[in-house]
């Protein structure tokens, strides 16, 4: 048997051009493959996974044309079956990577799964069959000639027939045996001995046996390899199908529109993938947005009020609307108007993405953020600017994006820009004819974006301090303050340790339970928690769960690890240092050491910061007497009011002002401005002090009226509370005069949440 596979010097010319342009295709579709997945996931839902899927599919059918060609194709259609040979393996091994890079390599369940298992077992067994196809014949041509059975069986039935005949003493010659095996033979008719017989009948049979076996190597491999091919074209139309019904999977921005709040995805369901960040974010103010107590009862009062001026004739059309509500439950205020939830719904009412108020979907469905037409001053504010993605595309910061059978995913510079958080984080209320900014709440973008006049932090990320662990951090600046370190030093050692800020382990994107989704990080990108920390924190146990639900157990130690994490960022904000002090007076310097905005920031009018002076007749020892910032001579508790009219307090907080009663207001919709400073105590609110730039160190000097005979120690501390006492009292006198009692008694609940936090201090002895 010749071997049609080989020339006589090996590999012939013709399979050696075959093999080299397959190889340059193969390295071309590579190239193609790893070139897009910079920028998308390497999936089969993404605009290269289906044209590169339709190229599989093509090839695949045209692989298949091959045993029609073979069984029933012979006598039409043109070519050796050889070459048809070659021609299937070639377009099989096409097929197969084409298809590998259609699904990114990946095995995720489903029908598209088993597709891939079998054509696996199709292209494996191919390759073993060409492989057998490669050695077999050469094999046989070497031993028995040939794999005609039959015909050998046939060769030994007549021989068989033969040594009956010899043994019953009839006469055989050997031309009768030779003519068996070449009908034209003419060898000489001497007489066949039974021994010589006997030795062809047997070597026969060997022959038979070694046929068989090679038989059965090159034909068993079809047993598997033809029903698995047959699998892969019953399942290739019922994948294809399946992907093409399921929208959220098969989406090209052509299928799916997110119009309605009850489109967007529950966090809890990004938990089965991500349960890391979930439980990071669960945690924070972001995922309680809508639900915090004093934005809901806050929202309710400006919300009633503006309807019934609107309802009165006073307002013509909204002013403030639902400024507050649509950052702080993002989706439920999302596409068309007609779809919105009611400003006034209750959290536990809302579809579960708007339900946890800045949920997954509310940053990572992102599409751009880009600047207001028009606005020098506030660029981006109110969540105005942002181009939500209307389909299931979820945007994230690590170019080496995984691929998932949950949703698309695309690499986005957005969502580490600053901008993103500027969306929200400057608000303002707008004239609502001209929509032009007329009263600024918050623009803590801007002050990060200018920096101090000392020092600019506008080359770090928000998330730099807002989303790391600062317990390293923390310890250092405990350490400066221990060594009374100059405040200008402390800042040169603060600055590069947030730069650098890292997790503390090796880290990837995705977790438990889906360990196949996860991958590290790409070089120079950080994964950021999701843990949003402010200065905010639960005031409610029933916070983030309800009593109705099982997780609510969890609430304990959601608000501990909350708590801590807002303790160190508010213990890294500050410093302070004593330069002089005496019986009635004490200089100090008080710095922003490391925040990139404003000390206090974010809504200033809602933040007490104070100082507080206080003496002590030993040298150690914490029999310490308040001199000023206190309530007669003890520390404030967090329970007790800030008296603000005290002499000589510096108090760093704004004043929402209500310029029509020459008052302070706690409603935004009734304010004229937010004063601050000078702009404070010319208004009558004598406390106030200028909030501090970034990296900005001020001399304070602080003067008190009480006295203590012969002090050795002077302490200064900076003292922080997240809401006034009067903040939320004056909430609680709105819902008396409304006769809501529920709403008054609920408001006057969280003074007793409150806590004060010591963010730095400095002491001296005299």
Not at 86 to 114: N, P, Q, Y
Not at 404 to 412: E, V
Not at 547 to 554: G, Y
């Amino acid at each position: 048997m010749d071997n049609k596979y080989f020339n006589q010097q090996g590999l012939g010319k013709g399979f050696l051009a075959v093999i080299v342009c397959l190889l340059l295709l193969i390295t071309a579709l590579g190239v193609f493959y790893f070139s897009q997945t910079q920028t998308e996931p390497s999936r089969g839902y993404t605009v290269t996974g289906v044209v590169l899927g339709i190229v599989a599919v093509l090839l695949l059918l045209l692989d298949g044309f091959y045993a029609w060609r073979k069984r029933l194709g012979q006598e039409f259609l043109f070519g050796r079956l050889r070459t048809w040979l070659w021609m299937h393996v070639i377009v099989a091994i096409l097929a197969f990577v084409t298809a590998g890079f259609h699904a990114g390599w990946h095995l995720d369940g489903g029908i598209g799964s088993w597709l891939m298992g079998f054509l696996i077992l199709t292209f494996l067994s191919g390759l073993y069959g060409w492989w057998v196809y490669l050695r077999v014949p050469r094999k046989v041509n070497q031993t028995v000639g040939n794999l005609a059975i039959l015909a050998t069986q046939k060769q030994l039935q007549a021989s068989e027939r033969l040594y009956e005949r010899l043994k019953l003493g009839f006469p055989v010659s050997e031309r009768e045996l030779a003519q068996i095996f070449d009908p034209k033979s003419m060898v000489e008719e001497r007489p066949l001995s039974l021994e010589k017989l006997d030795s062809s009948i047997e070597k026969i049979k060997q022959k038979i046996a070694k046929q068989k076996s090679l038989k059965r190597q090159l034909r068993t491999w079809l047993y598997l390899h033809i029903p698995a091919a047959i699998l892969v074209f019953v399942l290739l139309p019922i994948h294809i199908a399946d992907q093409i019904l399921v929208k959220d999977v098969f989406d090209l921005n052509l299928t799916q529109t997110f119009n309605t709040p009850a489109h967007y995805a529950d966090p809890a369901s990004c938990a089965e993938c991500h349960q890391t960040q979930y439980n990071e974010w669960i945690g924070s103010m972001h995922a309680h947005a809508v639900a915090s107590p004093v934005t809901e009862l806050q929202n309710y009062l400006v919300v009633l009020k503006e309807r019934e001026l609107l309802a009165s004739g006073q307002l013509k059309q909204p002013v403030v609307g639902d400024l507050c509500v649509k950052c702080h439950a993002p989706t439920g205020y999302l596409g068309n108007a007609k779809n919105h939830e009611d400003i006034l719904i209750s959290a536990q009412d809302r579809e579960p993405a708007s339900r946890f108020g800045v949920s997954c979907v509310s940053c990572h469905q992102i599409e751009s953020v880009t600047a207001l037409a028009g606005e020098a001053e506030f660029p981006y504010r109110n969540i105005r600017n942002i181009k939500i993605d209307d389909t299931a595309i979820m945007r994230g910061q690590n170019k080496r994006i995984v691929g998932n059978a949950a949703h698309q995913s695309r690499f986005s510079a957005t969502i580490s820009n600053p901008v993103l958080c500027a969306s929200c984080h400057t608000v303002a209320v707008e004239d609502p004819k001209t929509h032009k900014a007329v009263l600024p709440l918050q623009d803590t973008y801007s002050e990060w974006l200018t920096g101090g006049k000392n020092f600019s932090w506008n080359d770090t990320h928000c998330m730099s301090c807002h989303n790391m662990p600062l317990d390293n951090i923390v310890a250092e600046v405990k350490k400066m303050q221990q060594q009374r370190l100059p405040l200008k030093q402390r800042l040169q050692r603060i600055k590069p340790l947030i730069q650098q800020n890292k997790l503390a382990n090796k880290d990837t994107f995705s977790a438990d339970p889906a360990q196949t989704y996860d991958t590290e990080i790409s070089s120079g990108v950080r994964r950021f928690q999701h843990t949003f920390t402010g200065v905010d924190y639960h005031l409610e146990a029933q916070q983030p769960f309800t009593k109705s639900e099982d997780e609510f157990v969890k609430n304990s130690g959601i608000h501990s690890r909350t708590n801590k994490r807002m303790d160190n960022l508010l213990k890294i904000s500050s410093a302070i240092k004593i330069k002089t002090a005496s019986r009635n007076s004490v200089t100090v310097d008080v710095m922003n050491l490391a925040t990139g905005h404003h000390l206090p920031a974010g809504f200033a009018f809602a933040r007490e910061m104070w100082l507080e002076v206080a003496a002590s007749p030993s040298r150690s020892g914490d029999d310490w007497v308040v001199l000023l910032g206190g309530d007669n001579q003890h520390a404030l508790s967090a329970t007790q009011a800030l008296n603000k009219k005290e002499k000589g307090l510096k108090n760093f907080q704004a004043v929402l002002f209500d310029g029509t009663k020459g008052k302070e207001t706690v409603l935004q919709n009734e304010a004229t401005a937010v004063l601050k400073g000078k702009d404070a105590v010319k208004a009558g609110f004598k406390d106030r002090e200028k909030f501090l730039l970034p990296a900005e160190i001020r001399r304070l000097t602080l003067r008190f009226k009480q006295r203590l005979n012969n002090p050795k120690r002077i302490r200064v501390r900076l003292r922080f509370r997240n809401y006034p006492i009067e903040f939320i009292e004056g909430l609680a006198l709105r819902f008396d005069k409304l006769g809501d009692t529920q709403r008054a008694a609920r408001s006057r609940a969280l003074i007793k949440q409150l806590k004060i936090i010591e963010i730095a201090e400095d002491e001296v002895g005299l």
